[in-house]
């Protein structure tokens, strides 16, 4: 089962507009990555926001999180072609195990 | 460094039959996971092995199954293969046990396996 629901499940913006996308989760966590992933392929790590951090900027990416209210979001500022993908939050609970959100699907048309 | 590899990245087997997948992790690396992803689950966690122990496992049938080696390379078998275990198998490597956090994964490309 998946710890996480993805919102929205897909979003399409053009080319230099800014991609925002959330993520809830159910239980107490350690820390939350999101990840990208190309057509099917193999996914890339993007960020990780521990519990006790509130914001983290990376590059274009900006990742909140609420742990109050179990959710988090990845901002995606001046979106390119290149974005296009499907983005997935994951959580970690213990060890090494991620659960999975659903993914959201982001098309940049250019 | 090299990333993580996977072998096969395709795999064709009709039902009943067994596959043995194979996943070299980041040099360096110790811990090894594997997640399935299909369209319908979404991605889910399989197990994850450090320095050779089993430390999680998923919730999936004991035809599912792994191990990994002293140079800490994996592999994973899934047994009297079914329809629905048609999917993308990934391998991801990371530094540390995550006992003090869960590490960053580096994902290899994955293994697509079709069960015709």
């Known amino acids: 089962s998946q710890q996480g629901e993805e919102d929205p499940q897909a979003l399409s913006i053009q080319e230099g507009e800014n991609a925002t996308m959330n993520c809830s989760y159910k239980?107490?966590?350690?820390?939350l990555q999101w990840y990208r992933q190309n057509s099917g392929r193999g996914l890339v790590h993007l960020i990780l926001?521990?519990?006790?951090?509130r914001e983290k900027h990376s590059g274009r990416l900006r990742v909140t999180l609420d742990t109050s209210k179990k959710s988090s979001s990845l901002l995606i500022t001046a979106s390119r072609a290149a974005d296009t993908a499907s983005y997935f939050c994951?959580?970690?609970?213990?060890?090494?195990?991620?659960?999975f959100g659903g993914g959201t699907r982001v098309l940049v048309k250019p | 460094k090299a990333g993580v590899t996977q072998t096969p990245r395709y795999l064709i087997k009709t039902r009943g039959q067994q596959v043995t997948l194979s996943c070299s992790p980041i040099?360096?690396?110790?811990?090894v996971s594997w997640y399935q992803q299909t369209p319908g689950q979404g991605l889910q966690f399989l197990f994850e092995?450090?320095?050779?122990?089993?430390?999680n496992k998923g919730n999936f049938p004991g035809r599912f199954s792994g191990r990994q080696f002293s140079n800490s390379r994996s592999e994973m078998n899934v047994s009297t293969l079914e329809l629905g275990d048609s999917a993308l198998y990934l391998c991801?490597?990371?530094?540390?046990?995550?006992?003090?956090?869960?590490?960053?994964?580096?994902f290899g490309p994955g293994t697509r396996l079709t069960v015709l």
């Open positions: 991801a490597s990371s530094l540390t046990s995550g006992a003090s956090g869960t590490d960053t994964q580096y």
């Open positions: 239980t107490s966590i350690n820390n």
């Open positions: 926001i521990r519990s006790n951090e």
């Open positions: 994951a959580t970690g609970v213990a060890g090494n195990k991620l659960t």
């Open positions: 040099s360096g690396h110790r811990s």
């Open positions: 092995y450090f320095s050779e122990t089993q430390r």
